[in-house]
């Protein structure tokens, strides 16, 4: 089946610093890939969409300002946390949809963000 | 819009019992539907996918889920838990293209011995 790699797995960084996780499909080109949130003990939140060469797609209550969403190529997205506080501290997981077929989204295995 | 619905947040299960777990979505038309599980601090794992044909879908693990259009359910089953089936399990729902993934609220299974 289609991978999807993450990295960083977790990141602890300090409050006012940015940073950024990246998110690849290994063996196949995702044009669309997309970014969730989820907080502990509750389900993912979808935050954007990541469309490849054109501006992501951020679903209501989602600062575009402060998650930057980067899809430069057709394997790889980026979502980048600018001036984190300790409520941004979660787990990100990305997918990418397959271009073709069923378009089934394929899952990273996630990120952990803590922000002290 | 579309909807999914888990109505157990928990459920405890003898190991080597029956499972099931319930999932009931609302979406206009037949829509693509996911069961998965994701055990503490994990990603996704895929357990099956429903997209059309048989409704009685087969997936890893020994799981299994059915989908039921005249109740608008995707209930998981599976005939006899192992105690690394503890984890929680997510139901999710997606139209055709798959523009957007809708994820219920989960349940988290234990196994007591």
């Known amino acids: 089946g289609a991978v999807v790699s993450q990295h960083p797995s977790w990141v602890i960084c300090k409050s006012g610093t940015s940073v950024k996780i990246e998110c690849r499909s290994l063996?196949?080109?995702?044009?669309?890939m997309f970014w969730y949130r989820q907080f502990p003990k509750q389900s993912l939140m979808l935050m954007a969409t990541s469309n490849e060469g054109s501006k992501a797609t951020y679903e209501q209550g989602v600062e575009k300002d402060k998650f930057l969403i980067n899809h430069a190529s057709l394997t790889l997205s980026t979502l980048t946390v600018t001036s984190a506080h300790p409520e941004d501290s979660s787990f990100y997981i990305c997918s990418a949809r397959v271009p073709s077929g069923t378009y089934e989204q394929y899952f990273g295995p996630g990120t952990r963000l803590t922000v002290t | 819009a579309q909807s999914v619905t888990q109505p157990d947040i928990h459920i405890t299960v003898s190991e080597g019992a029956s499972l099931e777990l319930r999932c009931n979505y609302s979406y206009g038309a037949t829509p693509y539907l996911f069961w998965y599980v994701q055990s503490p601090g994990q990603g996704l794992q895929l357990l099956l996918k429903y997209f059309s044909g048989d409704t009685l879908v087969q997936g890893i693990k020994g799981f299994e889920a059915e989908f039921k259009r005249s109740q608008s359910s995707f209930n998981l089953r599976k005939p006899s838990v192992h105690w690394s089936d503890a984890a929680e399990y997510f139901c999710?729902?997606?139209?055709?293209?798959?523009?957007?993934?809708?994820f219920g609220t989960g349940t988290r299974l234990t196994i007591i011995p």
């Open positions: 063996d196949f080109q995702a044009t669309t």
């Open positions: 999710a729902v997606g139209p055709p293209l798959m523009e957007k993934l809708t």
